[in-house]
């Protein structure tokens, strides 16, 4: 099993967003909702440490896959019987929200997705979303357009922007949740950040939700 000093030196110490305090907040969520859910928290505890490790792949869109073949190869270093480490890959490749070529389909999976996705809404999830847009060059404050709030689909000349992302992603995440305990973590999370979005895209031009 991978300790947590350990797993903090596969992740950079400058990323607010998808760096070890991330998944420090989402290894605490998963201790609560895996107890709750009656998961295996061995393997639960080794897919969250190794989740959002991106190994060589440089893009975040493929970070699932670059972290899975990442734990693959450190619990074959440690001597994981080979059920275990299948286990622990499906509950990596099964845990990005956009991404849904794999499911969720064991409680220990189930139970990561949830918390992952708990982690992007709340207070912090607002200052996870302003980072990663600033970290990005994206435009923090940009109302969408109409085409974008009828389609999803960015207008010609539109560049996406932290209201894009609430919008299309986080006001829908509570709704996605696959345990019970994690459905009652999200309610709570998710009314306090549309309290906060609906009064930014009022000040921003936009309506509120």
Request: hydrophobic share 40%.
């Amino acid at each position: 099993m991978p300790t947590i000093e350990e797993a903090r030196a596969y992740y950079p110490d400058d990323d607010p967003v998808h760096g070890f305090s991330h998944v420090l907040r989402v290894y605490r969520l998963c201790e609560k909702i895996g107890k709750e859910e009656k998961a295996d928290l061995k393997i639960l505890r080794a897919a969250v440490l190794l989740h959002d490790v991106e190994g060589d792949v440089d893009v975040r869109k493929n970070h699932h896959l670059a972290a899975a073949d990442f734990a693959e190869k450190v619990l074959i270093k440690e001597g994981w019987q080979e059920g275990e480490i299948q286990a622990v890959l499906h509950c990596i490749r099964s845990h990005r929200f956009r991404n849904q070529e794999e499911e969720p389909t064991t409680v220990e999976a189930k139970v990561l997705f949830d918390a992952d996705k708990i982690d992007a809404i709340g207070a912090v999830g607002i200052a996870r979303a302003v980072s990663y847009a600033v970290r990005a060059g994206m435009d923090v404050y940009a109302p969408p357009s109409e085409h974008y709030l009828s389609t999803g689909e960015l207008a010609p000349g539109e560049s996406q922007s932290v209201s894009h992302e609430y919008l299309y992603k986080l006001r829908h995440i509570k709704d996605r949740m696959f345990t019970k305990t994690g459905r009652s973590l999200a309610e709570q999370r998710h009314d306090l950040m549309v309290n906060y979005f609906d009064g930014w895209l009022d000040e921003i031009g936009e309506f509120g939700s």
